[in-house]
T-cell receptor, first 113, second 111 residues
Framework: DSGVTQTPKHLITATGQRVTLRCSPR?????VYWYQQSLDQGLQFLIQYYNGEERAKGNILERFSAQQFPDLHSELNLSSLELGDSALYFC????????????FGSGTRLTVV | GENVEQHPSTLSVQEGDSAVIKCTYSDSASNYFPWYKQELGKRPQLIIDIRSNVGEKKDQRIAVTLNKTAKHFSLHITETQPEDSAVYFCAALYGNNRLAFGKGNQVVVIP
């Protein structure tokens, strides 16, 4: 167990729907990062939060949004889902705003049908 | 831009031999380079990392070397074992806060 908790582990939903993925960082970590992993694109950075504030944004679609709450857990919201959104979504956490020593959660496998 | 490239994409080695995976990065300001191992269906796990103030770091059978001038770094696995079979990702720190990952190398250790 890495200490980073992601729920749910698996999610199957239909096109056009909206889902929420949840991540609880390791105790003491203030930064949360979201990544999308698909077979042909590797690990793509989506967004980073540090202590409740958005810190950096990557290739995140407008249909996707995220936030980090006062208790430091984070949620990634995916809306108007398309078949191409099917992927593994990982969150990672680190102590500081700098990205040293990421620890990844076990991921949420999203399947859009 | 944030570009990290890994070579080769797939590597097969005989058990007991060495494996070497190379990565190149584009941003000369990057100063932190970790390697992650991902077994099938599992999360990426940090196996070794290096900062730009050193040229080499070892941890038992794993080592990483860094050439900042050429902007490349390599993972070396010696005395490979079947449990080393996995996908290995290199990464580079960009903007001082996030990692950009390569697309991964599939390493297959043949018993």
């Amino acid at each position: 167990d890495s200490g980073v908790t992601q729920t749910p582990k698996h999610l199957i939903t239909a096109t056009g729907q909206r889902v929420t993925l949840r991540c609880s960082p390791r105790s003491g970590d203030l930064s949360v990062y979201w990544y999308q992993q698909s077979l042909d694109q590797g690990l793509q950075f989506l967004i980073q939060y540090y202590n409740g504030e958005e810190r950096a944004k990557g290739n995140i679609l407008e249909r996707f949004s995220a936030q980090q709450f006062p208790d430091l857990h984070s949620e990634l919201n995916l809306s108007s889902l398309e078949l191409g959104d099917s992927a593994l979504y990982f969150c990672a956490s680190s102590v500081a705003a700098q990205g040293y020593g990421y620890t990844f959660g076990s991921g949420t496998r999203l399947t859009v049908v | 831009g944030e570009n990290v490239e890994q070579h080769p994409s797939t590597l097969s080695v005989q058990e007991g031999d060495s494996a070497v995976i190379k990565c190149t990065y584009s941003d000369s300001a990057s100063n932190y380079f970790p390697w992650y191992k991902q077994e099938l269906g599992k999360r990426p796990q940090l196996i070794i990392d290096i900062r730009s103030n050193v040229g080499e770091k070892k941890d038992q059978r794993i080592a990483v070397t860094l050439n900042k001038t050429a902007k490349h770094f390599s993972l070396h696995i010696t005395e490979t074992q079947p449990e080393d079979s996995a996908v290995y990702f290199c990464a580079a720190l960009y903007g001082n806060n996030r990692l950009a990952f390569g697309k991964g190398n599939q390493v297959v250790v043949i018993p």
